[in-house]
């Protein structure tokens, strides 16, 4: 990855139009072999439902985090130089 | 949208592909996986390098506001951290792990996957994929109950392209370049967080 910033920091400013589809391409097989091994094995198909709800949850939680956070920031930010303003 | 639906589509394919055993990964004589994550990251790296020149407008935002890809990261990795001590079996790096994709399904399921097997690879891929998808129908709640920060919060990693033109419509316009830099920061931390949890 070191290998590609430094690559794109000397190529910056040209047209790559080859690399974003190079990349979906890659991601497309890697994301099919994670399907290859999912699929042979058993224990992954039978818990696929637990897998899934667990997946939801670490979603919601992460959500939940991030906008509980950000609201203290944009109150924090909005607050500008208003003097004294308590909560 | 329709990135997310081809990119299910070829999950979905390898899981009937390896269900009925057409393909087996290990006939390949070497490591496929490995080189085509390897060839992955060097694409990843040449799109950051070539990227670093879009981060010039930063200059207008409020100062302030340039915290939020660090609250969004340490907001997730906290809402995580509590989940993941209501799930027993699953220790808390890992769900940390799964936390640290931020939406960025590909990148982070890819990872997790060759570091922590196809299990946990999945529920990184479903994780991630849901954040986009509530990012996406969510954003005009979040906004109501948590501010014009939150949908760009929520959308982690894809602040900067999928859920983008959300954002713009519901926090508005001149949350577009605030959304971007947090998207592309945000984006640039997945592959070291995601490791480093995994290494735990």
């Not at chain 2, 639906?5 to 496929?32: C, E, K, Q, T």
Request: aromatic share 10%.
């Amino acid at each position: 990855m070191a290998a590609g910033i430094t690559l794109g920091w000397l190529l910056r400013g040209k047209k790559l139009p080859f690399l974003g589809k190079l990349t979906n391409v890659l991601i497309w097989v890697l994301l099919f072999l994670l399907g290859v091994e999912v699929g042979g094995d058993d224990r992954i198909i039978n818990g696929i439902a637990t897998l899934g709800a667990e997946a939801a949850a670490v979603a919601v939680a992460g959500v939940a985090g991030s906008c509980l956070l950000a609201a203290a920031l944009w109150k924090w930010a909005s607050r500008r130089r208003k003097e004294g303003a308590g909560k | 949208m329709k990135g997310s639906l081809i990119i299910v589509g070829f999950f979905i394919l390898g899981i009937i592909a390896g269900r009925f055993g057409w393909i087996n990964i290990d006939s390949f004589g070497f490591d496929i996986s490995f080189i085509a994550l390897a060839m992955l990251m060097l694409c990843v790296g040449i799109g950051v390098g070539n990227d670093l020149g879009a981060l010039r407008n930063l200059r207008n935002l409020d100062s302030r506001l340039l915290l939020l890809p660090l609250v969004t990261i340490a907001g997730t990795l906290a809402g995580c951290a509590i989940l993941a001590l209501f799930l027993p079996w699953r220790s808390i790096p890992d769900t940390l792990a799964v936390g640290s994709g931020f939406g960025y399904y590909s990148l982070s399921s890819i990872f997790i996957t060759q570091y922590k097997g196809p299990e946990l690879g999945t529920v990184a891929l479903l994780a991630n994929i849901s954040r986009e998808i509530i990012t996406l129908l969510g954003a005009p709640l979040l906004l109501r109950l948590t501010g014009p920060l939150s949908p760009i919060s929520a959308g982690g990693a894809t602040s900067m392209d999928t859920t983008l033109p959300i954002i713009s419509n519901v926090s508005g316009k001149e949350f577009v370049i605030l959304s971007i830099y947090h998207g592309f920061t945000v984006d640039f931390s997945v592959p070291f967080l995601v490791t480093f949890f995994c290494s735990l």
